[in-house]
């Protein structure tokens, strides 16, 4: 991907995840792949697997945050708002100013008045 060879670091990296399929780095990194690749379809289930396979860790949370953008772009704004407000739970404890916290709070808002009032009645 470094070279702007997105074709071929798909072949590799749809190779490296059937060897580990539960290695989350490799997952993510593939996923990220097919955003670039403008398959958002196969970079959602990606992501969606990484919430079945790992616990409470960075990738794992940042894999709603990426959840919430391809739901966003493919117009799903219920889906995206719950990987937004489930990103945001996640990281509620976070370093403030992290950038992906603060767009997911500016995305959240873009959605709509009943976002954020699900979100709010949630945290209360």
């Not at 959840?67 to 990987?83: F, P, Y």
Request: aromatic content about 8%; proline content about 2%; some cysteine.
């Amino acid at each position: 991907m470094a070279r702007n060879n997105t074709p071929k670091a798909l072949e590799y990296l749809e190779k490296s995840v059937r060897s580990d399929e539960k290695n989350t780095q490799f997952i993510d990194t593939l996923a990220e792949a097919y955003v670039l690749a403008g398959d958002l379809s196969r970079a959602h289930g990606q992501y969606e697997k990484i919430t079945l396979l790992t616990g409470r860790d960075d990738i794992y949370a940042l894999s709603f945050y990426h959840l919430g953008r391809i739901d966003e772009k493919l117009g799903d704004k219920t889906r995206a708002g719950e990987n937004y407000r489930k990103f945001l739970d996640l990281r509620k404890n976070a370093d403030p100013g992290r950038p992906e916290v603060e767009d997911a709070k500016k995305r959240l808002a873009g959605l709509g008045e009943r976002q954020i009032i699900l979100f709010c009645l949630k945290i209360a």
